[in-house]
């Protein structure tokens, strides 16, 4: 007995030494056995990238969302007082069918016929993506009627606060699941796909030791890799000058039922593309309105274009010096070998002038025009106009259009804007040529990419210049005939006319191509309407493009009726929100903005008073370390300059405010400030002279002056109705 229990003993002892040594059972690492019962890991999920505008105003984002479950299982509510699972299936279902988009019915059967043994359930799309105001009603009402068993789990689903807004440019991104079994956020069309990888945040996570329930252990210590978020796209788009899109798309939409409407706006100097849209469209959150189109007509469809290019064809003609405005020719009909080309009323107007024929939209004129440049001379132009290839904007799959040039009919159609095909991004940059005084602008869309973890740039586009297909003098000259398209009592756009802003442009009735077989559509209405138009014309400040198709025209109605209803309100709206003086403004006096970086604020605003303009500090006064607007730039009286210091910030009073001056005091002063509406500042959460931090909400409110005047006018109705109570009492 002794020997065998201390042979016994020894080998003990000899195993205890050998793993003491080695760490190792069996050749595993006891190390790493420890780590894998106690050891944790906690994913720190990143947040999506947000797509913001020129303004930092957010188009998309992440928000928080939930999704329900229901708890089935007895075993959930063992050994407590407290019900942990549902009880009452039916009251449940009664209460949950309020909130989700379920019948009451489907909800009992779904939890009353779960697998057995189940332990919870959820309700597939029905009951996801739910907001934290649906979700508190939901608790509050299953809270106060005592029903168990329905928990909401916290997570994050993408967000677009303005709905149907510029979604074919914007796109969407939804959840997945990927092959490993994860649930991601992917883009699936649009900016959202473009730039998926970049939107695309990198999950940080948290190791810690626990104990065998979980928790964590006293004396561990956290080891935390910080998530980072996405990047953040920052675009040209202005999102005011967006909404003035969308509405008045919407109207025109309902009123005449189009096949297809786009509109694009742009800045020519720069090629900033500001707004763009089309219909039909939808609604990124629900992907409501979706059909089998996912192509962004602006960049991925060509179009036979119409009239608009006889503009390119005037401004070749100019350039050439063949343009002779009071020169005739015999409108009506032209033949070229054996096919005849005729204006639009077929039998003309007469011998009249080649500025009445462009006035009138005569395609004969261009013939004629043609004539005098050359056609092959013309396609020239046409080529250093951008046509026929892609213009390179930052968004995928761009279509190149056609040039036809193997004919001499070919070269005379596309003078009038038949048979070759073009983009309309082409278009807008074609068109910025006339409108920057010959130097023709790239159009681009996204401004910046920014790392929101860091705050650094890693993109940053700037304007460039894409040709000269023209002179300054013959740019010049261009918009002056285009204006009488508009002003003339012969101009086939009068129905452009702006009362504040004079407008110059181009309007078009183009064939629609027949979607089988050769040929064209006819029919009354069978056209593409547009309208090519800049504005103030001196010195265009907006280029706006529409487009539409097929619209149900009224009796007595002609193409340009929807088209001047959706690019009327869209240009005079823009050019006010942008504050560029009206045309009938008497010659008002302007301040140009001196350069006061490094200079002390005090003495700085001694002088800009002197100069007639006001100044808000912001921070506690000293040396200006930035201003808004920049040195150089011109201002009206009494305008506004924001000089930046050091310090906390006192809150001016901010009424009468524009959208524009809150967004730049708001830039400068890094201040967490909250718009609602529109318009021009009408009241404000936090008082005037109150000092405030980074972190303390400020809420501003807007109205547009209609709506001030509405409420102006319903407030005196109201003291209207309550006299005459009081007097009839």
């Known amino acids: ?180 079994g994860k649930v991601e956020t992917k883009g699936k069309m649009g900016l959202e796909k473009t730039y998926d990888k970049q939107l695309t945040g990198v999950n940080g996570k948290v190791n810690y030791l626990s104990d065998g329930w979980g928790y964590v252990l006293p004396t561990a210590s956290k080891q935390v890799e910080a998530p980072k978020d996405g990047h953040t796209i920052k675009l040209t788009i202005d999102k005011t000058i967006e909404n003035f899109v969308e509405e008045a798309m919407d109207q025109v939409e309902e009123e005449y039922e189009p096949a297809k409407m786009l509109v694009l706006v742009s800045n020519p100097k720069t090629g900033e593309i500001l707004a763009m849209s089309q219909r039909p469209t939808f609604d990124p959150m629900t992907r409501e309105g979706l059909t089998e189109n996912w192509l962004n007509d602006a960049v991925e469809q060509t179009i036979e274009p119409g009239s608009p290019m006889k503009m390119f064809t005037l ?230 493009y529409v487009t539409v198709q097929q619209p149900k025209l009224k009796a007595g109605e002609l193409g340009s009726d929807p088209v001047s209803k959706v690019f009327n309100p869209i240009m005079e709206n823009s050019l006010k929100y942008l504050h560029i003086a009206p045309d009938d403004e008497a010659e008002v006096p302007v301040v140009i903005v001196g350069d006061y970086v490094g200079e002390d604020s005090e003495t700085v605003t001694d002088k800009i008073h002197q100069d007639g303009l006001q100044t808000v500090i912001i921070g506690e006064g000293g040396l200006v370390t930035e201003q808004l607007p920049a040195a150089d730039t011109k201002l009206i009286e009494n305008a506004i300059v924001l000089l930046k210091t050091e310090g906390e910030t006192s809150l001016p009073d901010f009424s009468g405010w524009s959208k524009k001056m809150v967004l730049s005091f708001k830039h400068l002063s890094k201040l967490d400030i909250r718009i609602n509406g529109e318009g021009y500042v009408t009241g404000q959460s936090v008082t005037k002279g109150t000092k405030v931090s980074a972190t303390d909400p400020i809420v501003i409110e807007m109205r547009t002056p209609e709506e001030q005047y509405n409420e102006q006018k319903s407030r005196e109705q109201q003291l209207e109705e309550d006299e005459e109570q009081i007097i009839g009492g």
Do not use: C
Request: zero cysteines.
């Open 315 to 544: 401004a070749a003609a100019v350039e050439e010096g063949k343009w002779d405005p009071d020169a005739y020719f015999k409108s009506g009909s032209y033949k070229i070998y054996d096919q005849t080309i005729r204006d639009v009323n077929q039998v003309g107007w007469g011998t009249i002038t080649f500025l009445e024929g462009l006035q009138r939209s005569s395609n004969v004129a261009m013939a004629y025009l043609l004539e005098r440049i050359g056609d092959r001379k013309f396609i020239e132009y046409v080529h250093d106009f951008g046509f026929g290839k892609p213009v390179g904007i930052d968004l995928p799959k761009e279509a190149s259009g056609v040039v036809l040039d193997n004919y001499a009919a070919e070269r005379l159609t596309t003078s009038y804007g038949q048979g070759s095909t073009v983009t309309p991004l082409q278009m807008i940059q074609a068109a910025s040529a006339i409108a920057n005084n010959g130097v023709m602008m790239k159009p681009y869309v996204i401004d910046q990419i920014i790392d929101p973890n860091t705050d650094k740039v890693i993109e940053n586009h700037e304007p460039v210049e894409s040709g000269k297909p023209i002179s300054e003098e013959t740019a010049k000259k261009v918009r002056e005939i285009l204006a009488t398209t508009v002003t003339s009592e012969n101009g086939t756009a009068q129905k452009y006319h702006l009362p504040n802003y004079e407008v110059g442009g181009k309007t078009g009735t183009a064939e629609i191509p027949k979607k089988e077989g050769r040929g064209y559509m006819s029919g009354f209405g069978n056209y593409l309407y547009s309208f090519l138009g800049m504005a103030p014309i001196d010195d265009p400040q907006l280029l706006v």
């Open 1 to 180: 007995m002794f020997v065998v229990f201390g042979g016994l003993f020894f080998i003990l002892f000899g195993r205890i030494l050998f793993i003491q040594l080695t760490g190792q059972v069996d050749g595993r690492e006891l190390a790493k056995i420890a780590a894998s019962q106690y050891e944790k890991k906690a994913e720190l999920h990143a947040n999506r990238g947000a797509i913001v505008d020129r303004n930092n105003q957010e188009i998309a984002s992440d928000t928080l969302s939930y999704h329900v479950v229901a708890v089935l299982n007895e075993k959930a509510s063992k050994n407590s007082k407290r019900k942990y699972h549902v009880v009452d299936y039916k009251a449940t279902a009664k209460v949950l069918a309020k909130y989700l988009p379920l019948k009451e019915k489907e909800i009992y059967d779904k939890m009353k016929n779960a697998n057995p043994g189940a332990w919870q359930i959820e309700f597939g799309r029905a009951g996801k993506d739910l907001n934290h105001e649906t979700v508190l009603k939901m608790k509050e009402e299953l809270d106060s009627k005592k029903l168990s068993g329905i928990l909401f789990v916290e997570g994050k689903k993408r967000f677009y606060p303005n709905g149907r807004f510029a979604s074919y440019l914007v796109g969407f991104a939804q959840k997945v699941e990927t092959e490993d």
